[in-house]
């Protein structure tokens, strides 16, 4: 028997018991979908964090914040004097103190540091008079931010960026129109007396999977303005606290793992963009991983059925399987009939589990991200994405499990004696 008359008999063979098919089919094709979803969900939105954050952040630069090990921290961390608002409040991470960042300034190859300081307004002005509520982003979030027209804010300059959902409030049509207003800033000082500063629209934002981008974002040298109007009437010495620093190192790829144990030596957690990344991409596959397994569970016991349906299949063929052997079929042959027999029913559920997993992947994608569909309002997010080599490998995948779970069957009808078999009732 030739190898494509193999394969024919094969076909044919799987199709004499529909139901029992049918069934374990069923079970290979809901471990196909799952793994085809949850493969085609990771790729998507790893696709979307690098699309989202290629070419942001300063390459030279290194975002650092207290560092804070939770794990060895037990009951309230003590109260130290000296630290003042260094001291962390049980969020993670505390403030980085003026002495903080003078050690920061002191570590090789470092060339400069800016710091970003939590800064309170009370409204926000546009050019036709309209005042709005808005909290501001942090300055060094600028980094992360998806601009859609004009451009990030310079960190030297009393300049802003706006979200996207703030066209209506400043009467435009598209957010080019919006880019070179100027807005007024209303702060509060520290007896609740307000003060207003200008600063110039120079880009729009729209959010994105960072959660930057859905509210005005400052330059840094705006920030500590406000921050000086909201420090005016204090009485006392107001201790300098920063929430992180953008660190400007020399030679970031030679000199990056030297700064981070420098950091780490002081206490202190340096990051880079591509750092914060990973961070994210982390947690995707983590989850991914988690499905992928429930995905994994059902093919192992689709391969369970597998066994039982070829078991069954040499038990009411076993006088069929002695006249083949005695027309002169080997062993071998009688073996791999029986093998391509799994890996047809092995082909036939991960063909139609990956196919409609894709296509079900795609029209939800289409779905939630479409401009008035729930996710609408991230910038550029993709949540559903083809990745070749994750879908071979899910296939190649069915099709040895396929292969193993009816190598049982297939030994056992590889063994019959042919005039035993030709003597069963």
Not at 172 to 197: K, L, M, R, W
Not at 216 to 221: A, D, F
Not at 237 to 254: C, F, G, K, R, T
Not at 377 to 389: H, M, Q
Request: cysteine-free; proline content about 4%.
């Amino acid at each position: 028997m030739k190898a494509n008359d193999v394969v024919k008999s094969a076909f044919g063979n799987t199709l004499r018991s529909k139901l029992r098919t049918f069934l374990t089919v069923i079970a290979i094709f809901i471990g196909a979908f799952t793994l085809a979803v949850t493969t085609g969900l990771a790729a998507g939105i790893n696709q979307t964090v690098d699309r989202i954050f290629e070419g942001f952040g300063d390459d030279e630069s290194i975002y650092v914040v207290p560092q804070m090990d939770a794990s060895e921290q037990d009951g309230p961390p003590e109260y130290d004097p000296e630290a003042g608002a260094d001291t962390d409040a049980g969020f993670g991470t505390g403030m980085l103190s003026a002495s903080d960042i003078e050690t920061i300034e002191k570590i090789d190859h470092v060339l400069s540091v800016e710091t970003e300081i939590a800064a309170q307004v009370e409204y926000i002005e546009t050019p036709d008079g309209g005042q709005y509520v808005s909290n501001l982003d942090f300055a060094l979030n600028d980094t992360l931010a998806e601009v859609i027209a004009g451009e990030l804010p310079d960190r030297g300059a009393m300049e802003m960026t706006i979200p996207e959902d703030w066209m209506e409030a400043f009467g435009a049509d598209s957010p080019e129109e919006i880019v070179g207003e100027t807005v007024v800033i209303g702060a509060p000082n520290a007896v609740g007396q307000i003060s207003e500063v200008e600063a110039e629209v120079t880009g729009v934002t729209q959010g994105t999977l960072a959660d930057v981008g859905f509210a005005p974002i400052p330059s840094v040298e705006l920030t500590h303005e406000i921050f000086e109007i909201n420090g005016e009437g204090y009485e006392g010495q107001n201790p300098e606290s920063y929430i992180m620093a953008a660190v400007e190192v020399e030679d970031l790829e030679a000199n990056e793992e030297a700064v981070k144990d420098a950091l780490a030596e002081e206490g202190l957690w340096g990051l880079t963009v591509e750092d914060q990344i990973a961070m994210f991409q982390q947690i995707i596959d983590t989850i991914a991983w988690v499905l992928a397994g429930f995905a994994l569970i059902a093919l192992l016991a689709a391969s369970f059925g597998i066994v039982n349906t070829l078991l069954m299949s040499v038990q009411e063929r076993t006088r069929e399987i002695g006249l083949m052997k005695a027309l002169g079929m080997s062993s071998g042959k009688v073996f791999g009939l029986f093998s391509m027999e799994a890996v047809v029913i092995g082909i036939m559920g991960s063909v139609f589990g990956i196919g409609l997993g894709l296509a079900a992947g795609f029209l939800a994608d289409m779905a939630l991200t479409a401009e008035d569909g729930p996710l609408g309002g991230f910038a550029e997010l993709s949540l559903f994405a083809f990745n070749p080599l994750a879908v071979g490998g899910i296939f190649l995948l069915i099709v040895a499990i396929a292969f193993l779970a009816g190598s049982l069957p297939a030994r056992r009808a590889a063994k019959k004696d042919p005039i035993e078999a030709l003597r069963y009732e």
